[in-house]
């Protein structure tokens, strides 16, 4: 993940800095504020334990150096007395906050105050603070706030998710790398890959799709956490099963799982009373073990034609009973293949689309 601070001024730099650090639970005892600073930007306070679990809070002297324009190091001399500012300001020790590094002599000199244990001293620079940024669960509100997103993965109306939901989507556009966009139109939603759409705080489409090595499976056990959750398509995401929290998504009426690793389509399944399109296709299937009752609420199913003989079994029975889909879709059929598949499975009612 790579951001561009060079778009901020120092000053909104420090504004930044403010939120992240708030964001990760710090309190802020004083902020940034115009006119000399003395050697500060903000004082803050935070709990630590000891090795036996008594708390303490420990109050910090707070400066931020954002030199991206330049991308110069921060030298000694940036610093000022680190000593006698920690003393003015009566704090226990003191951060830099830098959007490039601290040079190797700004480093020493923060160390040598370490070892003398009077102050605790220590820095985060451009790498750290992307680390941070990504733990935070405000972290892409924040990018978002300061104009920081990259176009490719402009992320609107984020901040209108509930927490949870923003939660674990900002745990997927990380493992994805940052590039799931909000899309605000409902109908246009389903043509765009990598896409969601946010109604009334919740996610209500979820398109994810072409991941090459990135791996979701464990994820995607949270997939819950979207209960409002409509249409979801996880076209070659590279899935090693079915994910099962799928079961507990309700309001889901239309799953695509196709061009997968999946093997198994699990009876629970049934669960989904509200779905009535299903894409299973180009999926390595050796079992499905939903029954009739199931495939008799789908409009639509889409499988191809080396998974025939998986279903062979619930087909049968589902001619026996006379049922029928309205769009039957089967793919990598010849014409002649298509007119044996109906006249076998007596499938005259509905329609085969390839």
């Known amino acids: 993940m790579t951001i561009d601070f060079s778009q901020l001024t120092g000053e909104e730099f420090e504004f930044f800095c403010r939120d992240l650090l708030e964001s990760l639970g710090v309190q802020i005892l004083e902020g940034p504020a ?37 991308q110069k190091s921060v030298y000694e001399s940036n610093l000022g007395d680190i000593r006698s500012a920690c003393k003015n300001h009566d704090t226990e020790g003191y951060l830099l906050i830098t959007s490039t590094i601290p040079s190797v002599s700004a480093q020493n000199i923060l160390k040598a105050i370490n070892k003398e244990g009077y102050y605790f001293t220590h820095y985060w620079d451009k790498y750290t603070l992307v680390k941070f940024i990504s733990k935070s669960e405000d972290g892409l509100r924040i990018l978002d706030r300061y104009g920081l997103i990259q176009r490719e993965y402009k992320i609107y109306d984020f901040t209108a998710l509930v927490p949870s939901e923003f939660e674990l989507l900002n745990k997927i556009n990380e493992e994805i790398g940052f590039k799931i966009e909000v899309v605000k139109d409902y109908e246009k939603q389903l043509n765009f890959p990598n896409s969601c759409y946010i109604y009334h705080g919740h996610i209500i489409n979820l398109n994810i799709e072409n991941l090459e090595s990135t791996n979701l499976d464990e994820i995607l056990e949270e997939l819950y956490t979207f209960q409002e959750l409509e249409y979801l398509s996880l076209i070659d995401a590279n899935l090693k099963s079915f994910p099962k929290a799928i079961f507990k998504l309700e309001n889901i009426y239309l799953l695509m799982v196709s061009k997968n690793h999946i093997t198994s389509i699990p009876k629970e399944i049934t669960n989904l009373k509200k779905l009535t399109r299903l894409d299973i296709s180009y999926n390595p299937l050796e079992e499905f073990k939903a029954d009739i009752v199931f495939l008799n609420q789908l409009e639509y199913f889409l499988i191809d034609k080396d998974q025939i003989l998986i279903l062979d079994e619930i087909l049968t029975q589902f001619r026996e009973k006379n049922y029928h889909i309205d769009d039957f879709g089967i793919s990598g059929f010849s014409d002649e293949e298509h007119r044996i598949f109906f006249k076998k499975y007596g499938l005259q009612k509905g329609k085969i689309s390839r």
């Open 34 to 70: 115009r006119g000399p600073d003395a050697k500060k930007d903000m004082i803050i306070q935070y709990k630590i334990k000891d090795v036996i679990g008594r708390e303490k809070q420990i109050k910090l002297l707070v400066q931020c150096k954002n030199n991206a324009k330049s």
